[in-house]
């Protein structure tokens, strides 16, 4: 069955770095959309980057455009984010997700589009 799985979240300074995985399975991974998603407490979930399969073409929201590197593996079926220059303001739980097809970033960004989900990793940036 279709199984993603996050790790990487923890505790960091505000200025730091932090490098979240995404590890798949049960689907033909080079061909789907990952998406990776953030929720703060009281919040919405909110699209952060996604990816396209086979090109990798990548999007970003405006929040952590510049800061973030949304990147994949499709030897290793792994997505990566890389978040430098981290603010208290993106603590939040962070999910991955995945979807067939690419429409467009305003798609690959919107949660509702997304038929497979992991269960989460925690970020915290202590200010």
């Known amino acids: 069955q279709v199984q993603l799985v996050e790790s990487g979240g923890g505790l960091v300074q505000a200025g730091g770095s932090l490098r979240l995985s995404c590890a798949a399975s049960?689907?033909?991974?080079?061909?789907?959309?990952i998406g990776w998603f953030r929720q703060a407490p009281g919040k919405e979930r909110e699209g952060v980057s996604c990816?396209?399969?086979?090109?990798?073409?990548?999007s970003y929201a405006a929040a952590v455009k510049g800061r973030f590197t949304i990147s994949r593996d499709n030897a290793k079926n792994t997505v990566y984010l890389q978040m430098d220059s981290l603010k208290p303001e993106d603590a939040a739980v962070y999910y991955c997700?995945?979807?067939?097809?690419?429409?467009?970033?305003?798609?690959?960004?919107?949660?509702?589009?997304?038929?497979?989900w992991g269960q989460g990793t925690q970020v915290t940036v202590s200010s």
């Open positions: 990816i396209k399969g086979r090109t990798g073409r990548p």
């Open positions: 049960g689907f033909t991974f080079d061909d789907y959309v």
């Open positions: 997700a995945a979807r067939p097809v690419w429409y467009s970033d305003t798609v690959c960004r919107n949660r509702y589009e997304y038929n497979y």
